[in-house]
């Protein structure tokens, strides 16, 4: 059982910065993809980022030129570093790991951009 762990969540105002940081308890080498998540109130699930082991990045268009996933080559962990936030990217964040045919997810934290 592999464990994730997400941190760095909360409150900033509009037009601020955040990262999140999400560790997980495998070897580097075995993970295929991390990637990141966000689930709004009475919304669903959706992709925000994700990077493949190459290092290949894909982003949601709402994100795009705002958020940047990275991650930690030497340890299997993997960042997003959050500009310019608005209301709309009020959310839970949740962090993906995929290894093989497994996928582990955290339990979540949550990010608050209001005034």
């Known amino acids: 059982q592999v464990q994730v762990a997400e941190s760095g969540g909360g409150l900033v105002q509009p037009g601020g910065s955040l990262s999140l940081s999400c560790t997980a308890s495998?070897?580097?080498?075995?993970?295929?993809?991390m990637a990141w998540y966000r689930q709004a109130p009475g919304k669903q699930r959706e992709l925000v980022a994700s990077?493949?082991?190459?290092?290949?990045?894909t982003y949601a268009d709402l994100v795009k030129g705002r958020f940047t996933i990275s991650k930690d080559n030497a340890r299997t962990t993997v960042y997003l570093q959050m500009t310019n936030l608005t209301s709309e990217d009020t959310a839970v964040y949740y962090c993906?790991?995929?290894?093989?045919?497994?996928?582990?997810w955290g339990q979540g934290t949550q990010v608050t951009v209001s005034s």
């Open positions: 993906k790991m995929q290894k093989l045919v497994s996928t582990y």
């Open positions: 990077i493949s082991y190459g290092g290949s990045t």
């Open positions: 495998a070897d580097r080498n075995t993970i295929t993809t």
